[in-house]
């Protein structure tokens, strides 16, 4: 089964320094059937305004995936570690008890986009406090995030997979999934969505797909395209 969540469906806030969507619940936005899908538990698209930060502040324990969109960001944590990620660079901090972090837009006339994702993360694992992996743009498919770290991707606390896609107009790409549920997230363009039962459904910009006990999925993009795709079997 394939349930489509489009754009303009998500949350929505405009705080002025920041504007941001929503997948599921978060901040001010709250609905009790989208706290979250499997072990990801926020999905937001956000823009900081030029010079803008968030201040720092502690988290529960899970890890925090950012794809930078546009800009360049600095990511700071309370034992004095930080790192920097500009366009194409994905950022993963394993966040942990007691222990802050910040985020600065360093651009002091460009806006940060970026992409954010949380998912939770096992208790009994410790993995690298600060990781970051940079995207290859004119490559089909990157393996972003792992339980292994394998092909170089980003090393996460739980058993997910996160798939990064571009596809050029006409271009299709499949995904044989781990387990029960997936969720697709376009980043730019439309796509046209098949599972392995030949449910359809079709995404624009900005969209996403709930994937419900579906053995692979199929993305033919409409136009160029650039997204992805959180396999999440637990």
């Not at 754009?7 to 609905?31: I, K, P, V």
């Not at 058993?159 to 376009?186: C, D, F, I, K, N």
């Not at 439309?190 to 969209?207: I, K, N, P």
Request: charged fraction near 20%.
């Amino acid at each position: 089964m394939i349930t489509s969540r489009t754009a303009q469906e998500c949350g929505q806030a405009d705080y002025g320094w920041l504007q941001a969507r929503y997948t599921f619940s978060f901040g001010h936005y709250f609905d009790p059937q989208l706290l979250g899908y499997a072990s990801l538990r926020v999905l937001n698209q956000e823009v900081m305004a030029p010079g803008a930060c968030f201040q720092p502040r502690t988290y529960p324990k899970v890890d925090i995936l950012n794809l930078v969109l546009q800009g360049s960001a600095e990511y700071r944590d309370s034992d004095g570690q930080h790192i920097h990620a500009g366009v194409n660079e994905a950022v993963l901090l394993s966040t942990r008890s007691g222990v802050s972090y910040s985020e600065h837009n360093l651009a002091k006339d460009t806006p940060l986009t970026r992409l954010q994702l949380w998912l939770d993360a096992c208790p009994e694992r410790e993995n690298p406090l600060i990781q970051k992996v940079k995207i290859n743009p004119g490559q089909i498919h990157t393996l972003l995030a792992s339980p292994d770290g394998e092909q170089g991707s980003l090393q996460l606390r739980q058993q997910v997979w996160v798939h990064h896609v571009t596809l050029a107009p006409g271009e299709h790409w499949t995904l044989a999934l781990h387990g029960p549920r997936a969720y697709l997230q376009s980043i730019h363009g439309a796509v046209q969505a098949e599972t392995h039962s030949c449910q359809q459904e079709t995404l624009a910009c900005g969209d996403g797909a709930f994937i419900r006990d579906e053995k692979s999925v199929t993305l033919q993009a409409r136009t160029s395209l650039r997204a992805l795709v959180v396999d999440l079997p637990v």
